[in-house]
Nanobody
Framework: EVQLVESGGGLVQAGGSLRLSCAAS????????VGWFRQAPGKEREGVSC????????YYADSVKGRFTLSSDNAKNTVYLQMNSLLPEDTAVYYC??????????????????WGQGTQVTVSS
């Protein structure tokens, strides 16, 4: 059974940093695509950063490029999202998601069938 547990959220001032962690079990990273998504109140869930595809490339949403970095520690089966230069508009519940690897990299929420419970990130101005 695939399980994903996020941690690392919290309250931070604008310009600050947070690192989110997603501890995974029930699968190996080599066989799965993994993504970070976020959902703000009243908005649709959006893909922030995903890793997958045949060449294990990484995608970043335009809104986070240069500020967020996705990384993984295969030995720990954990994926991280380092978030720097945070903005109030980054405030959202952040989710980790995973699904079987395919040739192409997808970072739409509809592709992923396994989700964590989410962790709240609040950035104050």
């Amino acid at each position: 059974e695939v399980q994903l547990v996020e941690s690392g959220g919290g309250l931070v001032q604008a310009g600050g940093s947070l690192r989110l962690s997603c501890a995974a079990s029930g699968f190996t990273f080599d066989d799965y695509a993994v993504g970070w998504f976020r959902q703000a109140p009243g908005k649709e869930r959006e893909g922030v950063s995903c890793i997958g595809g045949s060449d294990r490339r990484t995608y970043y949403a335009d809104s986070v490029k240069g500020r967020f970095t996705l990384s993984s520690d295969n030995a720990k089966n954990t994926v991280y999202l380092q978030m720097n230069s945070l903005l109030p508009e980054d405030t959202a519940v952040y989710y980790c998601a995973a699904d079987i690897l395919s040739y192409n990299l997808y970072c739409g929420s509809g592709y992923y069938s396994n989700w964590g419970q989410g962790t709240q990130v609040t950035v104050s101005s």
